[in-house]
């Protein structure tokens, strides 16, 4: 069985940082690609950045340039450094992994997290 832990969420004022971190555990052979998205209040859940095992990254069009993801494949984790925090980035935060191989025959499945609370407000 295969988890995703998120940690690091939190109240924060606006222009403050915060570092999310995410560990997938269980008997994992490989990850294809992690990922953070987010669901603020009354809207659907979006993609916030995402980093393949390969270190290629992808980011949401409004968090470019102030929020940075990074990976370490060894320790199966991801982290979200996010700066200069906007009221507009209050969510939940979610943590994903995708194409999770617990067997090298395996296809592979996705995976979320629980959830950590962002809130930006003064």
């Known amino acids: 069985q295969v988890q995703l832990v998120e940690s690091g969420g939190g109240l924060v004022q606006p222009g403050g940082s915060l570092r999310l971190s995410c560990v997938a555990s269980?008997?994992?052979?490989?990850?294809?690609?992690m990922g953070w998205y987010r669901q603020g209040p009354g809207k659907l859940r979006e993609l916030v950045a995402t980093?393949?095992?390969?270190?290629?990254?992808n980011y949401a069009d409004s968090v470019k340039g102030r929020f940075t993801i990074s990976g370490d494949n060894a320790k199966n984790t991801v982290y979200l450094q996010m700066n200069s925090l906007k009221p507009e980035d209050t969510a939940v935060y979610y943590c994903n992994a995708d194409r999770v191989r617990t067997r090298w025959y395996e296809s592979g499945y996705n995976y979320w997290g629980q959830g950590t609370q962002v809130t930006v407000s003064s």
């Open positions: 269980g008997s994992i052979f490989s990850i294809n690609a």
């Open positions: 980093i393949t095992s390969g270190g290629s990254t």
